[in-house]
């Protein structure tokens, strides 16, 4: 599902160069649950930020679904995370004056579905995570935990081969945050649905099936829960 061989990220600011990543060697299994672990500055976000073709790596090769991502024009990445990868960020990045329903929805009609295709997909992933009874609420009206369950419906709503979760719990308190990882480990087990979780808890991290730990841009260790 993910290769990354010998990848490096470099950062230029005037004569200052930041190595980032620092010769990144990973495996990631279709279907398999991992989480990537270390502390502030070691490289998580960066790490996502090229899996998840927001960023490009400065060098190595980055294999998606079996896709040489480096090969691909701007207009042809941003399609491709459209159509294959769903993101879920720290702060749910939720538009304000639309509804739970239409936030999830967004991402459907943008991939071309109609408008009421995309209303009885966006109304069913929000059922399956609890949230049937609050399908007209705006963000404001919802919890941390129940935006973020509205964020993972959004990136859920295109059947994506892959989710990739951001520090995702960073604004929650700890019970919600169990519950959210909960909601990731479930998906997993019964769609095998690939995820990878950015996180700096490690008790967050250990309910993936792998942990991959990140030191000054370099993996330090692995290991399997």
């Known amino acids: 599902m993910i290769t990354l061989k010998n990848v490096h990220k470099i950062y ?52 998606l679904n079996q896709a040489d991502v480096v090969k691909l024009s701007e207009e042809q990445r941003t ?42 997909s966006a109304r069913e992933a929000l059922e399956k995570l609890g949230l049937g009874e609050r399908l007209n609420n705006y963000p404001h009206q919802l919890s941390g935990g129940e935006q973020q369950r509205v964020g993972i419906a959004r990136a859920l709503i295109n059947e994506p081969k892959l989710l990739l979760a951001d520090e995702p719990t960073a604004a929650l308190d700890s ?18 649905q690939t995820v990878v979780l950015i996180t700096h808890e490690q008790e967050l991290g250990r309910m993936a099936d792998r942990g991959i730990f990140l030191k000054d841009g370099v993996i330090e260790k692995e290991r399997h829960f």
């Open 12 to 63: 230029a600011m005037d004569s200052i160069r930041i190595h980032a990543l620092n010769g990144i060697d990973l495996h990631i299994k279709k279907g398999e649950f991992v989480s990537i672990m270390g502390p502030s500055g070691s490289g998580k976000s960066t790490l996502l930020h090229i899996i998840g073709v927001l960023d490009r790596q400065t060098k190595g090769d980055v294999k």
């Open 79 to 120: 399609l491709f995370r459209l159509e294959q990868i769903g993101f879920i960020f720290q702060f749910y990045s939720l538009l304000p004056e639309l509804t739970a329903l239409e936030n999830v929805m967004l991402p459907r009609m943008l991939s071309g579905k109609s408008r009421e295709e995309s209303r009885n």
């Open 175 to 192: 019970k919600t945050a169990l519950n959210v990882i909960d909601v990731f480990r479930k998906l997993n087990e019964e769609t095998k």
